[in-house]
């Protein structure tokens, strides 16, 4: 029983990071790097005079900035999802009796965070760090001293 358990709660926190990072690549697809390329590019450019090689620099430089304005726009969904979500869930997780269940949501929760973060720590600034860090610190510090204190 105690395997069944540990493999309920070990699925949902896989599984719940997932579902997050894939429900938000379904509604803000993740930028794929093939659509942002030139077909042929070196072989083209290796072929072109020096007018050409200018034109397809500044055409591929078009593509990557637009590639990297995409994924910023994905990643910043990503975060503004997961994290709030992955409070959520270890909120829940805590309050839910079944324990394999609550233990699930705990870590798919935190692995959730971390998700979000790790797709778009370099853009986010030190206030919107700092705060939303502190928040899922203080729920962790909450829970762990409410809801699991063996005095109570």
């Not at 926190?13 to 070196?42: C, E, L, R």
């Not at 994290?83 to 309050?95: C, D, K, M, Q």
């Not at 965070?113 to 510090?141: E, H, Q, R, T």
Request: charged residues 20%; positive net charge.
């Amino acid at each position: 029983m105690l395997a069944k358990k540990f493999a309920l709660g070990f699925g949902i926190a896989i599984i719940f990071p997932m579902m997050i990072h894939y429900g938000v690549s379904t509604f803000s697809p993740k930028p794929k790097w093939k659509d942002y390329q030139i077909k042929n590019y070196y072989e083209r450019y290796k072929e072109a005079n020096p007018q050409e090689k200018k034109q397809l620099r500044a055409e591929k430089n078009k593509l990557e900035n637009r590639r990297e304005k995409a994924e910023k726009s994905f990643q910043k969904h990503l975060f503004f999802v997961a994290v709030p979500l992955g409070i959520i869930a270890i909120v829940a997780g805590a309050f839910l009796s079944i324990q394999a269940i609550g233990t699930g949501l705990m870590f798919g929760g935190i692995f959730s965070i971390c998700d979000g973060y790790a797709n778009y720590w370099y853009a986010l600034g030190d206030p919107l760090k700092f705060a939303s860090m502190l928040l899922a610190f203080i729920v962790l510090i909450s829970i762990g001293y409410k809801k699991l204190d063996n005095k109570t």
